[in-house]
């Protein structure tokens, strides 16, 4: 079984910068599709970027466009999610997952249809 560990997460203050990782322990065959979500207390699971795996096509949902960056290292099995400008409403914990097989990647893809999770890690921005 694969497993997802993020990490990088922590306190900031408003208009600092955090980089998440989120690391594979193994190779995931078949994976199409890595995706990072946010949860805040109290709100829904919500999709924040995506990236295709096969050509590194990302998509961002429009509150972050312009501040994150999602990435990979395919030699690392590693994905990350540079967060830049961060504001307080950005505060949340934040999973990423992993999607296999075909279909739509995107941030708006539904959380039912990832097939790996992490863990999680707390991102708290201060104003």
């Known amino acids: 079984q694969v497993q997802l560990v993020e990490s990088g997460g922590g306190f900031v203050q408003a208009g600092g910068s955090l980089r998440l990782s989120c690391a594979a322990s193994?190779?995931?065959?078949?994976?199409?599709?890595m995706a990072w979500f946010r949860q805040a207390p109290g709100k829904g699971r919500e999709g924040v970027a995506a990236?295709?795996?096969?050509?590194?096509?990302?998509s961002y949902t429009d509150s972050v466009k312009g501040r994150f960056t999602i990435s990979q290292d395919n030699a690392k099995n590693t994905w990350y999610l540079q967060m830049n400008s961060l504001r307080p409403e950005d505060t949340a914990m934040y999973y990423c997952?992993?999607?296999?097989?075909?279909?739509?990647?995107?941030?708006?893809?539904?959380?039912?249809?990832?097939?790996?999770w992490g863990q999680g890690t707390q991102v708290t921005v201060s104003s």
């Open positions: 997952a992993a999607a296999m097989g075909w279909g739509l990647c995107s941030y708006t893809k539904k959380s039912t249809n990832f097939d790996y």
């Open positions: 990236i295709r795996t096969g050509d590194g096509s990302p």
């Open positions: 193994a190779y995931i065959y078949g994976l199409s599709c």
